[in-house]
C-alpha cells in the first residue's frame, strides 16, 4: 500500500475544506455590506444585551451564556481576521461590517470572562472547573467539526477534492486561506482559558483538601485534562455532602 497516496486524500480535502470556509466566510462579510444600515443592528443589541446585563434583567455570563459564546468566539475570530488581513474583499473596509463583527466579538469575551452575579451555592473551585467543562464541549465540537468536514471531503467530496483540492494545495499552505488563523487562534485562546480555570481550581480544592489527589499536570493536557476535572468534580461534591452529615 502506498501510504503517501492515502495520505495525500485527507490532505487534500484539508485544502478542500479550508478554501469552502474561506470562500464562504468572505461571501457572508459582503452579505453583511450589502444589508446596508441593517447592519449596524448587531451593535445595537450587542449594547442593549450588555446594558441589560449589567442591571441584572439578563445574564450573559451563566453557563448558557459561557457556552453560546464559546462556540461563536473562533468563528469571530475568523471573521476578524478576514478583516484585518484580506485585502481581497474591498467589504473590510466598510464600518458597518467591523461594528458588526468587533461588536459581537468583544460581546462573547465579555460573556467568557465575566462571573454570572448570583451564582448557583457552588463552591469557586467548583465553579472554575464548570467553566471550564464548558469551554471543553466547545473546543471539542469545533475539532469534531473541522474533522468531520475533512472526511466528508474525503468521501462524498472526493471528486472535487482530487480535482480542487490537489490543484489549490500546490499553490497554498493551509494557513494561508483566509479564517483558519482566526480560527485557530480562538481555539487556542479557548484552550488557555480552560486549562487555566482547571488549575486555580484544583489549587483552590488541593488548599481546601490538602487530601485531595489533584495532578495538575494532567490538567494542561488536551482531553484528558476533561477527564481529571470531572473526576475532581465528583470528589467536590462528595466532600459537600460528607460536609452536609
Excluded at 497554498?172 to 487562534?185: A, E, H, R, V, W
Excluded at 483538601?209 to 468534580?233: E, F, I, M, S
Amino acid at each position: 500500500m502506498n501510504w503517501s497516496n492515502l495520505l495525500w486524500i485527507p490532505y487534500t480535502a484539508a485544502h478542500t475544506a479550508a478554501a469552502i470556509f474561506d470562500m464562504v466566510l468572505e461571501m457572508e462579510l459582503i452579505k453583511i455590506r450589502q444589508s446596508g444600515p441593517w447592519a449596524w443592528a448587531a451593535a445595537g443589541v450587542c449594547l442593549v444585551l450588555l446594558a441589560l446585563d449589567l442591571t441584572g434583567r439578563l445574564s450573559l455570563r451563566g453557563s448558557g451564556g459561557k457556552t453560546l459564546a464559546a462556540l461563536a468566539f473562533p468563528l469571530l475570530c475568523s471573521c476578524g481576521e478576514v478583516l484585518l488581513w484580506d485585502q481581497h474583499i474591498p467589504e473590510r473596509s466598510a464600518l458597518q461590517v467591523w461594528a458588526w463583527v468587533f461588536s459581537l466579538l468583544l460581546l462573547a469575551g465579555y460573556a467568557l470572562l465575566g462571573r454570572e452575579k448570583g451564582a448557583p451555592p457552588l463552591s469557586e473551585e467548583e465553579v472554575l472547573l464548570e467553566w471550564g467543562s464548558t469551554l471543553g464541549v466547545a473546543i471539542t465540537a469545533w475539532l469534531a467539526l473541522m474533522a468531520g468536514a475533512v472526511v466528508l471531503m474525503s468521501t462524498a467530496g472526493l471528486l472535487l477534492s482530487i480535482i480542487v483540492g490537489g490543484l489549490i494545495s500546490t499553490r497554498n499552505g493551509l494557513l494561508d486561506y483566509s479564517g483558519i488563523k482566526g480560527l485557530l487562534l480562538g481555539l487556542l485562546v479557548l484552550y488557555t482559558l480552560q486549562c487555566l480555570w482547571y488549575v486555580r481550581g484544583a489549587r483552590l480544592a488541593r488548599r481546601a483538601d490538602p487530601g485531595l489527589d489533584v495532578p495538575l499536570a494532567a490538567l494542561l493536557v488536551p482531553v484528558w485534562n476533561g477527564v481529571q476535572a470531572r473526576k475532581l468534580a465528583r470528589k467536590l461534591q462528595m466532600r459537600d455532602v460528607k460536609d452536609d452529615y
